[in-house]
């Protein structure tokens, strides 16, 4: 039998047909020990189907569950510090906030949305373990949903949901629903306590516009503003004329069967300098994933946004100066807190654009899971502009984006000491108060 060839007459072009059986070890085993590697029977790989998009953040980390005609909804906290004072009334006021059956302007389905803490706390305080929250369902109306086992919503998920999984909850529209987002507002509830009581951290959130009625930019004082202003009203706007001329453009849509779209705006006051990071996790792309994750969310902008294109780079940027505390701040605040991908200590200001509500109750156009034309009148209750409730949200994914790059910041750039001549630490007195966009 002929001796097999070698490594050097493999590399001058002897064919890999001429090995003997076995022979690719052989032939490695005797290589120079440089190029020696080692061959063996590859085992078949193992499939594993693992389930994506549930868990937001990397170290402060919340898995949410559930569905709008389930047994219930909640989320498991993973990652919070322990010590931490926390009992379901710490949660229960944003989940107030965003539950249904609120006003004339919300969905009439009726739920209380009382949350029960399950494990990660004991006598009233965290103990760094997973915290898991349920909120029950107690207001479902399965038989609504007839027609959608059968007809694909127009603008809704039911044909997607089908097209990737080949299956679907048809009642409540599932996890499309924006019941999915309780155990959201649980987590950020914490994440809100946690960066006030560490770096006195302020989230609000506003509606700034509602169908064609927008709120001037000059209307908020973003330094002044508070919680009791925004709240004043079933709209969630913090201006009584324009909160007033929101409701009536609700009102006329909602007698109609019809439904319109709106924008919210959430700033985030002494945010402390240096979260996110260069790059792939830039402050601002986070927060825009997180804002986009939202139910009926379209758009989304920071600082000047789209309206910056129309000035010079002379006349949008944000000039430095030293303050009276020996800070480095902005004199405007057009980047809306966030240069570089990351806060530099300024309020950080942002809008979400929320599209009408898919669900009306006028006749469509649509077609059957058997690819069938038919007309579609839609039943269930459902919000006739998302906006007022998703204020709610959109300050908690605020928090929990902010929450995640705090822990993320402490984790690399404390762990050893600070250059004091030009960083500060987190927490200290020497954060900056707020400083309202100048536009002009």
Not at 225 to 233: A, G, M, R, V
Not at 314 to 336: K, L, P, W
Request: some cysteine; charged content about 20%.
């Amino acid at each position: 039998m002929a001796a097999a060839p070698t490594s050097h007459q493999l590399a001058a072009g002897a064919p890999w047909s001429s090995l003997p059986r076995g022979g690719f070890r052989a032939l490695t085993d005797s290589a120079p020990a440089s190029v020696r590697f080692s061959v063996g029977r590859r085992r078949a790989a193992r499939l594993e189907v693992k389930a994506a998009g549930n868990i937001f953040g990397d170290y402060f980390q919340v898995a949410t569950y559930g569905e709008s005609h389930g047994g219930g909804v909640g989320c498991v906290i993973s990652g919070c510090p322990p010590r931490i004072p926390l009992t379901e009334e710490d949660m229960q006021g944003d989940l107030d906030r965003r539950r249904p059956g609120q006003s004339r302007i919300t969905t009439p389905r009726k739920e209380t949305d009382t949350c029960k803490i399950l494990s990660g706390t004991y006598e009233g305080m965290t103990t760094g373990t997973p915290i898991h929250v349920l909120v029950p369902n107690t207001d479902q109306r399965g038989g609504d949903y007839t027609e959608m086992a059968k007809a694909y919503r127009p603008s809704h998920a039911d044909l997607t949901y089908d097209l990737k999984y080949g299956v679907r909850s048809v009642q409540g529209g599932g996890r499309s629903s924006a019941r999915e987002t309780i155990g959201r507002v649980a987590a950020g509830a914490v994440a809100k306590k946690i960066l006030k009581l560490k770096c006195g951290v302020e989230i609000l959130a506003f509606v700034s516009k509602v169908h064609q009625v927008v709120l001037p930019e000059d209307a908020v004082d973003y330094e002044a503003l508070t919680l009791d202003q925004i709240e004043s009203n079933i709209c969630r706007c913090p201006d009584p004329e324009y909160a007033q001329k929101m409701i009536d453009a609700i009102d006329k849509v909602r007698i109609n069967g019809n439904s319109i779209g709106g924008v919210v705006t959430c700033i985030a006051r002494n945010v402390p300098r240096g979260l996110g990071s260069p790059v792939f996790d830039k402050l601002e792309a986070l927060l825009a994933k997180a804002m986009l994750s939202l139910p009926a969310s379209k758009g989304f902008e920071i600082g000047s946004g789209f309206a910056g294109t129309d000035l010079t780079g002379s006349e949008h940027n944000d000039e430095f100066y030293m303050d009276e505390a020996g800070n480095v701040r902005t004199r405007t605040n057009r980047s809306g807190g966030v240069q570089g991908g990351i806060s530099n200590g300024e309020t950080i200001y942002f809008k979400v654009a929320f599209k009408p509500t898919a669900t009306i109750g006028k006749k469509q156009n649509t077609v059957t899971r058997d690819h069938e034309d038919i007309e579609l009148l839609t039943r269930g209750r459902h919000d006739p502009c998302v906006v007022p409730r998703a204020v709610p949200m959109v300050e908690t994914m605020a928090a929990l984006v902010l929450m995640d790059q705090l822990m993320a910041h402490v984790a690399q750039c404390e762990m050893f000491p600070l250059n004091l001549a030009l960083q500060e630490p987190i927490g200290s007195t020497n954060s900056t108060p707020a400083l309202a966009p100048d536009l002009a």
